[in-house]
C-alpha cells in the first residue's frame, strides 16, 4: 500500500474495512451503522421491569457493536502510522494532542491534518495571504463540488488552510454570547471555568457551511430560523454536527414542488426560503467579520459552575509530503 495522500487512504479505508470505518474518518468520531445509541441519560428508575430488560439489551447490543468499530479502527490505526515517514512520526509524537489518541485511526488522521496545514508563503505580504486565505473560505460552496460530502471535505480543507494563515473569528462579543449560554466552557485545576474561544470559531464555520450547502437546504435553514426565533436554539456548533444534520435532512417538500414553486412564482424575495428562483449558490452569504488578530490568547474566564458544551473538531487540511 503506498498512499500519497489522506484522501486515498480514505478511499482505502473504504474499500478494505468497509463503510463504517470510511464513516468514522469522515465523520471524525466513532459510527455505529444500523445501531441506535442508547439514551443513557435515561432515568431508568421510571421503567418497567419489561422496559429496564429492553433498555439493557440495547445498550449491551449496541456496546458489542461499538466495540467492534473501535478494534478495526485501531487496526487503521497502525495501517495509518506505517505511511507516515519517520519525520512526520517524529512532529506527531511531540505534539501534545498526541497523548489523546488512544490508537484511534481516525484521531490519528486528525491529527496528522493539524500538522500538515501549511500557511501560505511565507515571504508573501501576511495581511493578503489572510485576505486571500479568508476569502476562499467565504467562497467554498456546494456548487463547487459533486456530493455533500465531497463540499463537507473540501469546506474542511480549506477552513484548516485559513486557519494556518490566522484567519479566525476571536470577538469578544460572540465569546460573551456562546459564554453567556453555558457553551464552550472548560474547568481549570482550581475550579474555575475558561471559555475556549475556538468554539466561537467553529460555531461560525458551521453557520458557513450549512448557509453555502445549496438550495436544496433552503426548508432546513428556514425551520432553524424559525425555531430560534420561537425560543429554541437548533444551530449545530460544530462542522461535523452541521453535515450530520444535512446529510440526514429529509425536507417535507421534493425538490420537484420546489421547482414548480419556482415556476410558478417566478423569482420570489427572501434568500434561502424555497422557491427563491433569484438564489445564486455561487454567493456565499453574508458572515460575522473576523479579527485577524493573532495575539495567542485565546481564553476568557467566565465565573460560572457548568459542564462544558460541545467541544470544536479540528479540521482537515492538505496534504503533504511527510505524508506518504
Same mark, same amino acid.
Given at each position: 500500500?503506498?498512499?500519497?495522500? /489522506?484522501?486515498?487512504?480514505?478511499?482505502?479505508?473504504?474499500?478494505?474495512?468497509?463503510?463504517?470505518?470510511?464513516?468514522?474518518?469522515?465523520?471524525?468520531?466513532?459510527?455505529?451503522?444500523?445501531?441506535?445509541?442508547?439514551?443513557?441519560?435515561?432515568?431508568?428508575?421510571?421503567?418497567?421491569?419489561?422496559?429496564?430488560?429492553?433498555?439493557?439489551?440495547?445498550?449491551?447490543?449496541?456496546?458489542?457493536?461499538?466495540? /467492534?468499530?473501535?478494534?478495526?479502527?485501531?487496526?487503521?490505526?497502525?495501517?495509518?502510522?506505517?505511511?507516515?515517514?519517520?519525520?512526520?512520526?517524529?512532529? %506527531?509524537?511531540?505534539?501534545?494532542?498526541?497523548?489523546?489518541?488512544?490508537?484511534?485511526?481516525?484521531? %490519528?488522521?486528525?491529527?496528522?491534518? =493539524?500538522? =500538515?496545514?501549511?500557511?501560505?508563503?511565507?515571504?508573501?505580504?501576511?495581511?493578503?495571504?489572510?485576505?486571500?486565505?479568508?476569502?476562499?473560505?467565504?467562497?467554498?460552496?456546494?456548487?463547487?463540488?459533486?456530493?455533500?460530502?465531497?463540499?463537507?471535505?473540501?469546506?474542511?480543507?480549506?477552513?484548516?488552510?485559513? /486557519?494556518?494563515?490566522?484567519?479566525?473569528?476571536?470577538? =469578544?462579543?460572540?465569546?460573551?454570547? @456562546?459564554?453567556?449560554?453555558?457553551?464552550? %466552557?472548560?474547568?481549570?485545576?482550581?475550579?474555575?471555568?475558561?471559555?475556549?474561544?475556538?468554539?466561537?470559531?467553529?460555531?461560525?464555520?458551521?453557520?458557513?457551511?450549512?448557509?453555502?450547502?445549496?438550495?436544496?437546504?433552503?426548508?432546513?435553514?428556514?425551520?432553524?430560523?424559525?425555531?430560534?426565533?420561537?425560543?429554541?436554539?437548533?444551530?449545530?456548533?460544530?462542522?461535523?454536527?452541521?453535515?450530520?444534520?444535512?446529510?440526514? @435532512?429529509?425536507?417535507?417538500?421534493?425538490?420537484?414542488?420546489?421547482?414548480?414553486?419556482?415556476?410558478?412564482?417566478?423569482?420570489?424575495?427572501?434568500?434561502?426560503?424555497?422557491?427563491?428562483?433569484?438564489?445564486?449558490?455561487?454567493?456565499?452569504?453574508?458572515?460575522?467579520?473576523?479579527?485577524?488578530?493573532?495575539?495567542?490568547?485565546?481564553?476568557?474566564?467566565?465565573?460560572? /459552575?457548568?459542564?462544558?458544551?460541545?467541544?470544536?473538531?479540528? =479540521?482537515?487540511?492538505?496534504?503533504?509530503?511527510? @505524508?506518504?
Amino acid at each position: 500500500m503506498n498512499m500519497r495522500s /489522506k484522501k486515498q487512504f480514505k478511499i482505502y479505508v473504504g474499500n478494505k474495512h468497509g463503510t463504517n470505518a470510511k464513516m468514522c474518518f469522515d465523520q471524525n468520531k466513532y459510527v455505529v451503522l444500523g445501531k441506535k445509541e442508547p439514551d443513557y441519560e435515561l432515568d431508568t428508575s421510571t421503567l418497567t421491569s419489561g422496559q429496564q430488560i429492553q433498555y439493557d439489551e440495547r445498550v449491551k447490543a449496541y456496546t458489542k457493536a461499538e466495540q /467492534k468499530v473501535i478494534e478495526v479502527d485501531n487496526n487503521i490505526y497502525s495501517e495509518l502510522w506505517s505511511q507516515c515517514t519517520p519525520q512526520l512520526q517524529q512532529k %506527531l509524537e511531540a505534539h501534545h494532542d498526541y497523548k489523546n489518541l488512544e490508537t484511534s485511526g481516525w484521531r %490519528l488522521m486528525e491529527l496528522i491534518s =493539524t500538522i =500538515t496545514c501549511k500557511p501560505s508563503n511565507a515571504s508573501a505580504y501576511l495581511p493578503q495571504t489572510w485576505r486571500n486565505a479568508l476569502k476562499q473560505l467565504m467562497n467554498c460552496h456546494r456548487g463547487q463540488y459533486g456530493s455533500l460530502a465531497e463540499y463537507y471535505d473540501g469546506f474542511k480543507e480549506i477552513a484548516a488552510a485559513a /486557519k494556518a494563515n490566522h484567519v479566525a473569528f476571536q470577538n =469578544t462579543g460572540l465569546n460573551q454570547y @456562546f459564554a453567556g449560554k453555558r457553551e464552550g %466552557l472548560e474547568p481549570t485545576d482550581d475550579g474555575r471555568m475558561i471559555y475556549q474561544s475556538e468554539y466561537t470559531d467553529e460555531a461560525l464555520l458551521a453557520l458557513m457551511f450549512i448557509e453555502n450547502a445549496g438550495t436544496e437546504f433552503d426548508e432546513y435553514r428556514a425551520g432553524v430560523c424559525n425555531s430560534f426565533a420561537e425560543g429554541t436554539d437548533r444551530w449545530p456548533r460544530t462542522i461535523n454536527k452541521a453535515y450530520e444534520i444535512l446529510d440526514n @435532512f429529509q425536507p417535507m417538500t421534493s425538490n420537484v414542488d420546489r421547482g414548480n414553486k419556482r415556476g410558478k412564482n417566478g423569482s420570489s424575495s427572501g434568500n434561502g426560503s424555497p422557491g427563491d428562483g433569484g438564489n445564486d449558490d455561487n454567493k456565499p452569504p453574508t458572515t460575522p467579520s473576523p479579527s485577524n488578530k493573532d495575539d495567542g490568547n485565546n481564553k476568557t474566564e467566565v465565573k460560572v /459552575k457548568q459542564e462544558p458544551g460541545d467541544e470544536a473538531h479540528n =479540521t482537515e487540511g492538505n496534504d503533504d509530503p511527510d @505524508f506518504g
